[in-house]
């Protein structure tokens, strides 16, 4: 199989895009100790929660107080989600060094997930982009519905192109595909991997957000490698879903996804044993099984 | 994406690879049933059951008397899977046009299934295809833990393509490889399937047996096709496993992998709507869920 990389980055989402939709709270401490089982694993940029009104998220409200409490380790980046120009001041103000934002490549999904057209929603994202670059942030510009959306179908990649040329004259260090409802497959992904690649500048760094939806995932992710993603989002366990789109559920699980690029040989400098536990202990805490693969069987690996 | 057929072959085995560790006793009328359920679906390979002794697998006890009640269609093949001579006589009076049989790749693998070492599987392997194909029935040879086996961990692509060429020689029609123990990726996959395709003869079918154990399923059955694979087993809904394997889970569920090929414009000739209303049905006969994702989406696919 040629053209897998030698290496890759994950980033780790389970802390947001796993917790946010948990009715279960989780504590500055517990956040903490996730973060530090984490880091412990290898797991190299972790979302560490999301800079969102605490009344429509109060999964995330105690993002600023995590943030605050973090012992941060030189080689990790702790990244977090924002929505609007108050987050980025929120952020700031907790000296983040790496940012996500993104809007949809949808119409429908837009209005239904922000109550904004898609134009509305440019307009938005590029004072907080502007704003990120000039207080020095690397900033991670994503699409969601890149590959498909659950009230509309197929998505134009002339619009993801549209988009992602827009992020990449804006300074983004990273445009970020989100399949947020699953219906990507390989060849989907890697024709429009392959024609955002050829799209954006060289030095933009391509990353994948692939929900599992329809088991096709892990298939997605390998698509995605061949064409030239090199950044990776999972998320512990498979933790994980969108309550605003029927039927996703959540991202590929990061352990699954170690196990299957270390046997390919494409590193990732993360131990998916250690991770296995730290899904079990998060099994414990929220009182059921997550759908992620290899912290559930006996033997996880041949001898 | 390159490489794609445009047009492949599924045969299902939820019958045999499925029911054959099912607690529950499914009759002939039952199966036939199912049969007919997958037919109208577009099933065009049929695993009906296997000719072993009843003693210890009573699941399959009444495969005679199913292949003897069955409406044979012209286009569907129904074939079955023995283990012995004896199950190629009980198959000859069946009128079996269509025969699956196989030995291990793996010596240690190959004593704990069959008490018996490879080479004196090849030996009794030999003996049923010669007296297959000299019956004129087409002959499908496998090699099980053909990516990996549980017990051993990595087997050599050389043990395979050695009985590969063995199985050649004999005349048989396809040669399948089994990842029986989930141990396979896609770089593996791709590797061993571009070998075995350079190491036979044209004539020969290769076709991929996958089971689902660390979720890579769908991504193996790609980069199998990509390598050349024009055949695949699939079982409704996931149903399966292997009694004989710790962890081992069932095969790729029929639908999810119909839907995946679907979208990525491979023809099966099969519609999966109608394979999720029969996996429901198995479901409420089995009482409990079964691993395939497409049969337990609110909405299986966008608009």
């Known amino acids: 199989m040629h053209d897998l990389p030698k290496r890759i980055l994950l980033e780790d989402e389970a802390l947001r895009d796993g917790l946010q939709i948990e009715k279960r709270l ?36 105690n993002t600023d107080d995590v943030f605050h409490a973090l012992e941060r380790q030189p080689d990790v980046t702790y990244t977090a989600l924002i929505l609007n120009m108050k987050g980025l001041e929120r952020a700031l103000r907790c000296n983040v060094s790496h940012l996500s934002m993104s809007i949809s490549a949808s119409e429908t999904h837009s209005q239904k997930n922000t109550q904004r057209s898609i134009a509305q929603s440019l307009v938005e994202i590029r004072g907080m982009i502007e704003g990120g670059v000039a207080s020095g942030i690397a900033i991670r510009a994503g699409i969601q519905s890149a590959l498909g959306c659950g009230y509309e179908g197929a998505i134009s990649p002339d619009v993801v192109c549209d988009i992602a040329t827009l992020y990449d004259s804006l300074g983004v260090d990273e445009i970020n595909l989100a399949d947020s409802a699953g219906l990507g497959n390989p060849r ?15 030095r933009v760094r391509l990353s994948l957000h692939l929900h599992d939806t329809r088991g096709l995932g892990l298939a997605n992710m390998v698509a995605g490698l061949q064409a030239g993603v090199v950044t990776l989002d999972t998320s512990l366990g498979g933790l994980g879903g969108c309550p605003f789109i029927p039927g996703a559920t959540g991202n590929i699980a990061t352990e699954d996804a170690v196990y299957a690029l270390d046997e390919m040989g494409v590193e990732t400098g993360i131990d998916w044993h250690g991770l296995i536990d730290l899904t079990r202990q998060m099994e414990t805490m929220l009182g059921r099984k997550l759908p992620g693969r290899m912290a559930h069987l006996a033997v996880p690996k041949a001898a």
Chains 1, 2 share one sequence.
């Not at 880091?39 to 999964?59: L, N």
């Not at 989907?188 to 060289?202: H, N």
């Open 188 to 202: 989907s992904v890697f024709e429009l991997v392959s024609r955002v690649r050829r799209t954006v500048s060289d």
């Open 26 to 61: 989780f504590s500055v401490a517990e956040k903490l100790q996730f973060i530090k089982g984490l880091e412990a694993c290898g797991v190299r940029r972790i979302q560490v929660g999301s800079f969102v009104h605490p009344k429509w998220v109060p999964q995330m409200a």
